[in-house]
């Protein structure tokens, strides 16, 4: 059973910074990606950032890349996102979410490839 749980969303201003947490029972053990996922009012989800977890291997939406690092912590069993030069753009739900059969950053972050869903911690930041 993979069950990934997101924690650390809030509130800040503009240019302010989060650190985002997943962790979960399974998240680690049984997953070969772990991805994070946003979702602004009234739009689709998209695809941020995820991390390949063998490899450390890495990938990041345009939009993120320089501000947004995606990282693991092993002995944790824990999956971050540190988000820094926060952007009023960058108001969502976000999600963490798992991958299990490999190859699941490539060609990039794709989401029905991970079919494993967290509730989502809310982000939002004022200008």
């Known amino acids: 059973q993979i069950h990934p749980v997101e924690s650390g969303g809030g509130s800040v201003q503009s240019g302010g910074s989060l650190r985002l947490s997943c962790s979960g029972s399974g998240i680690f053990f049984s997953s070969e990606c772990l991805g994070w996922f946003h979702q602004a009012p009234g739009k689709s989800r998209k695809e941020v950032a995820g991390?390949?977890?063998?490899?450390?291997?890495?990938w990041y939406t345009d939009s993120v890349k320089g501000r947004f690092t995606i990282s693991q912590d092993n002995a944790k069993n824990t999956l971050y996102l540190q988000m820094n030069g926060l952007k009023p753009e960058d108001t969502a739900m976000y999600f963490c979410?798992?991958?299990?059969?490999?190859?699941?950053?490539?060609?990039?972050?794709?989401?029905?490839?991970?079919?494993?869903w967290g509730q989502g911690t809310q982000v939002t930041v004022s200008s």
């Open positions: 991390i390949e977890l063998a490899t450390g291997s890495t």
């Open positions: 979410a798992a991958a299990i059969v490999g190859g699941c950053l490539q060609p990039r972050l794709l989401q029905y490839r991970y079919p494993y």
